[in-house]
């Protein structure tokens, strides 16, 4: 396999007891297989990973995106078309990004 571009975590708020129970999974569970999908469909170079707590829960879902280390918060399908069209350019999404 070619090293990717990118590579894009997605917390999915698993704690070291493998339970999920964090802000990120609650609001975000079903968005790593949109993510999956439209990072194929478009073609982008990255691979599409879920990860443990981010201890960043009062933000999230939070999305981040390597080596760029651009972490947003908040994520929903309309921020990740966003975020998504922004890599396309090779470009952070500015005001999506978490202070």
């Keep these: 396999m070619q090293k990717p571009k990118y590579h894009l975590f997605l917390c999915s708020s698993f704690r070291a007891n493998g339970e999920p129970k964090g802000v ?4 975000g569970a079903d968005l790593i297989q ?7 469909e478009r073609g982008i170079d990255a691979v599409v ?10 933000k999230g879902p939070v999305l ?7 972490w947003y918060h908040e994520v929903d399908e309309a921020k990740v078309d966003s975020i998504l069209d922004a890599l396309e350019q090779d470009a952070p999404v500015e005001e999506l990004l978490m202070a």
Aim: hydrophobic residues 30%; neutral net charge; proline residues 4%.
């Design 49 to 58: 990973s879920t990860t443990g707590c981010l201890n960043v829960c009062e």
């Design 64 to 70: 981040v995106v390597y080596p760029n280390a651009w």
């Design 34 to 40: 949109y993510i999956q999908t439209e990072v194929s």
């Design 24 to 27: 990120c999974f609650k609001k």
